[in-house]
């Protein structure tokens, strides 16, 4: 008798369990789950307590509501502050941008505002590079002609081709032809730069101390003004209020 007791409450444990599991009420997921050892699936079909599913190709979507074709763009999580320093020659000043939205566009010029005028500048955007364990510039993507600079203000220059590039994260440089050249770099003098969210640093004042990091600097490669090589395995320098803000303009998107 206790084991037939015994196997009744086991029947009864297992019943009220197999109910409890399940969708919450509201209609359940009508696709087919997917996944091995508990992967989760994002794009399964259907609704789950009556709400649409998350799909994986919405989160982007988050960074940016969107771009539109002709506008220009400040990069994501950039505040701008005025450098009364002036830029070392045969530099590149390189600070970290993020592209948002869910889809590829077609990226055409690039503009940094100037307080102080002097000689040229040329900007240049770079492909993040992982491969010293860390982000940094890498290969060239495009670059600006040279833009005077003889009047403070805002300049722009359209890149020497359009290209079409995808969601994540890039790399804005400026080099210069005059120590005299005054600009606007990320930050803001706040007490945690922008940039170096995504940067991280080995010491921690470069990331809490108020006007910290904002990016990095190389001479690596640029034996004339308005070079850009290869980044890929330069030595690059960490900096404090010396990269600018480069800002960038879409000529189509989808």
């Known amino acids: 008798m206790r084991k037939i007791l015994s196997a009744l409450f086991l ?15 509201g209609g359940g997921g009508g696709g087919t789950p997917g996944g091995t050892n508990g ?7 259907g609704t789950f307590g009556g709400r649409s599913p998350l799909l994986a190709s919405d ?3 988050v960074n940016h509501p969107g771009y539109v074709a002709g506008n220009w763009y400040l ?10 320093g002036g830029p070392s020659l045969l530099t590149a000043y390189c600070s ?8 590829s566009a077609t990226i055409s010029a690039l503009a940094m505002k100037t307080s102080a005028n002097g000689g040229n500048i040329s900007l240049a955007i770079y492909n993040n590079d992982l491969s010293s364990g860390q ?5 060239l993507a495009d670059s600006t002609p040279p833009i005077v600079a003889s009047t403070a203000g805002n300049l722009s220059g359209n890149l020497n081709a359009t290209h079409s590039i995808q969601p994540g994260f890039y790399w804005t440089c400026m080099q210069t032809d005059s120590t005299a050249l005054r600009y606007f770099y990320p930050g ?7 940039p170096a969210i995504y940067l991280g640093s080995s010491n921690v004042g470069n990331v809490l101390n108020s006007g910290g990091m904002d990016g990095v600097s190389t001479t690596t490669g640029i034996s004339a003004f308005g070079t850009w090589p290869s980044l890929v395995g330069a030595t690059f320098v960490e900096d404090f ?10 000529s189509s998107v989808p």
């Not at 029947?11 to 009420?25: D, N, R, T, V």
């Not at 209020?241 to 879409?250: E, G, M, R």
């Open 11 to 25: 029947f009864a444990s297992i019943s009220i369990a197999s109910a409890q599991i399940g969708p919450p009420p």
């Open 39 to 45: 992967q989760i699936q994002f794009n399964n079909s």
């Open 59 to 61: 989160l982007p979507k």
């Open 75 to 84: 990069p994501i999580g950039s505040i701008a502050a005025y450098n009364s």
């Open 96 to 103: 970290i941008i993020q592209i948002g939205g869910n889809s």
């Open 135 to 139: 982000a940094r510039p890498g290969t």
């Open 188 to 194: 803001g003098g706040s007490a945690v730069n922008a």
């Open 241 to 250: 209020n010396t990269a600018p803000v480069v800002v960038f303009k879409f």
